[in-house]
């Protein structure tokens, strides 16, 4: 018995150490943030690179917003959320005292509350559960609280139960107060704020600046399909949430020879006043639960593949666009990822997959004799 008890601790203890976080017996943190809370001088430091928290914790800010705001929040819980909005794609992991074969990331018992440990148990995987995440799993925090959003309207059956069979099983005393339910109508940008009116508009003019007066171009990949889609669809200078019709008006009119560099992530030259842009990361949180940057990658990937090109690859315009849409028939496995019966609550769920994008064989139609006739008048 001491011996299995002995090398669970030690599966933990390096499961942890893995993770950064250093033997952490309360749920962890960074490994110097987590050594103050244990000594109780201190919660996470906005500095901090890498929460780790018990799933009913997220739960809890939620209801804390639902009660009357953030400053509801026990400290713990406001430290959190404070790093959180700090760095609001920091990666977070969901600990939970799973045992069997996911014993090695068990956190322990010290941050239970609201009754047994039976109770506590069932409650975080019974969040865990609900998101479809293993125990131990790790996310940018955004994309888990979105998650959260999606999945978990209340908390009946998670943090307490229609029938009390016992003290054990009483649960949480708010259950029932409708707080978490309030929090949830107040959605992700009571934690997360989105990004301000006021800076996409000055990015906006500030890159189509850039645009207009660069000597090259710099694009990631799957944005030049998505470029065809939006002048199948009409879509014509100006347009608001991104570059690529001013820069394919460009193309078309002007600048026919301009060099397009293919490069990785959301470049500000194209996505610069996009919504979804996270400027700090280059990164890209569009999609259903914000994980929009996964499975972008996978399409500019793809579209590399088709091309034959690489991220560094650079081609005059006109060159390009006649590459791609002769490589590109449509977008189904392409540009349309397969769907493959994923919930749309998956971090790989595409809302372009599996149909059919009228726009783009109509943009392919509309563009391909245009630069075809460009590529020919530029020998
Ligand atoms: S009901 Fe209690 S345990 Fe559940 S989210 Fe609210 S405060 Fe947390
Ligand atoms: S940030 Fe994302 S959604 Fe926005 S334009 Fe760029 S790739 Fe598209």
Avoid at 50 to 68: F, K, S
Avoid at 194 to 219: C, F, H, N, W
Avoid at 354 to 359: G, R
Wanted: contains cysteine; charged residues 25%.
């Amino acid at each position: 018995m001491s011996n299995q008890k002995n090398s669970n601790d030690v599966r933990r203890r390096e499961f942890l150490k893995t993770a950064g976080l250093c033997g952490v017996a309360l749920c962890g943190l960074n490994s110097c943030t987590a050594a103050r809370i244990q000594k109780g001088e201190a919660g996470p430091e906005p500095s901090c690179t890498h929460l780790t928290v018990r799933p009913y914790q997220l739960l809890c800010i939620v209801c804390a917003i639902g009660e009357g705001g953030i400053e509801k929040c026990d400290k713990r819980l406001g430290e959190i959320v404070r790093v959180i909005r700090n760095n609001p794609d920091i990666p977070v992991t969901v600990n939970c005292n799973a045992g069997d074969v996911y014993v090695y990331q068990d956190p322990g018992v010290a941050e239970d509350c609201d009754g047994s440990a039976e109770f506590n148990r069932r409650r975080d995987m019974e969040i865990l559960q609900r998101l479809d995440l293993a125990p131990g799993a790790t996310h940018p925090a955004r994309i888990l609280l979105a998650l959260l959003f999606k999945r978990i309207t209340g908390v009946s059956g998670i943090c307490g139960f229609d029938k009390i069979t016992s003290d054990a099983w009483k649960g949480c005393p708010k259950a029932t107060s409708g707080n978490f339910e309030r929090g949830c109508k107040q959605g992700l940008q009571m934690i997360i704020p989105p990004r301000g009116e006021e800076e996409m508009v000055r990015e906006k003019e500030a890159s189509v600046k850039t645009l207009y007066e660069t000597k090259e171009i710099k694009v990631r990949p799957h944005i030049l399909v998505c470029s065809v889609c939006q002048y199948g669809g009409g879509t014509r200078p100006p347009f608001k949430p991104d570059n690529l019709p001013e820069m394919v008006d460009l193309i078309l009119t002007r600048k026919p020879d301009i060099p397009i560099t293919l490069v990785k992530g959301a470049d500000w030259m194209m996505c610069g006043p996009c919504p979804s842009r996270v400027a700090r990361l280059n990164a890209c949180v569009c999609g259903p639960i914000k994980s929009g940057g996964l499975y972008n990658e996978m399409k500019d990937l793809n579209v590399l593949q088709r091309t034959g090109l690489t991220y560094g690859s650079s081609m005059k315009a006109c060159d390009l666009y006649k590459l791609i849409l002769e490589r590109v028939p449509d977008t189904q496995g392409v540009c349309a990822l397969p769907v493959d019966g994923k919930p749309p609550y998956s971090i790989w769920f595409d809302p372009c997959g599996d149909k059919k994008h009228p726009n783009y064989d109509k943009g392919r139609e509309q563009l391909l004799p245009k630069f075809t006739a460009l590529t020919s008048k530029m020998k």
